[in-house]
T-cell receptor, first 108, second 112 residues
Framework: KNEVEQSPQNLTAQEGEFITINCSYS?????LHWLQQHPGGGIVSLFM???GKKKHGRLIATINIQEKHSSLHITASHPRDSAVYIC??????????FGTGTSLTVIP | DTAVSQTPKYLVTQMGNDKSIKCEQN?????MYWYKQDSKKFLKIMFS???????INETVPNRFSPKSPDKAHLNLHINSLELGDSAVYFC???????????FGSGTRLTVV
């Protein structure tokens, strides 16, 4: 069993829909990252969270430390949001556990 | 002026060959990493270097060897390539205490 679990593994949505991707972890963490990987392969760091909530444009990330759970929300989804979203739990200064990723496809 | 740059972006080679992938970061970070992304998109850490010292070495074959000539570079050398080595390899860097984590664009290795 992975230390970091994501759901769903695959997600298809219509343009404009509100999207939620969930991440649960079983280890104590210092912080949690949300990463985005586009079909071309590049990985971009979206958020780093240690508590509460962060917002960037149409993206919102929340974390509940007590429940060991984080969510990534996308409002008014767009086809360009199609990508793989990965959560990564930072457990020490430099060691991460990565989730298996959620493949999102937004249909026009 | 890419922050973390990997070369080459694509690499096709025959089984049994030896190849290297280069990684350079200009962020002044003190730790660099190599990750392998498997066919299921799962990222698995291979190596981590902090100030030229190997601090994480997952159970990867000893055909893989990281080489860090200085703090800004972490190259990945692979001997006797096998078909199962085909994957995308990502370099990344971070700074202890800041949690910022920057990835390179990846190197797609295909062994034929």
């Amino acid at each position: 069993k992975n230390e970091v679990e994501q759901s769903p593994q695959n997600l298809t949505a219509q343009e404009g829909e509100f999207i939620t991707i969930n991440c649960s972890y079983s280890v104590g963490i210092s912080a949690l990252h949300w990463l985005q990987q586009h079909p071309g392969g590049g990985i971009v760091s979206l958020f780093m969270l240690s508590s509460g909530k962060k917002k960037h444009g149409r993206l919102i990330a929340t974390i509940n430390i007590q429940e060991k759970h984080s969510s990534l929300h996308i409002t008014a989804s767009h086809p360009r949001d199609s990508a793989v979203y990965i959560c990564a739990a930072l457990i020490t200064g430099n060691q991460f556990y990565f989730g298996t990723g959620t493949s999102l496809t937004v249909i026009p | 002026d890419t922050a973390v740059s990997q070369t080459p972006k694509y690499l096709v080679t025959q089984m049994g060959n030896d190849k290297s992938i280069k990684c350079e970061q200009n962020l002044g970070h003190d730790t660099m990493y190599w990750y392998k992304q498997d066919s299921k998109k799962f990222l698995k850490i291979m190596f981590s270097y902090n100030n030229k010292e190997l601090i994480i070495n997952e159970t990867v074959p000893n055909r893989f060897s990281p080489k860090s000539p200085d703090k800004a570079h972490l190259n990945l050398h692979i001997n006797s390539l096998e078909l199962g080595d085909s994957a995308v390899y990502f370099c990344a860097s971070s700074q202890v205490g800041y949690y910022g984590y920057t990835f390179g664009s990846g190197t797609r290795l295909t062994v034929v």
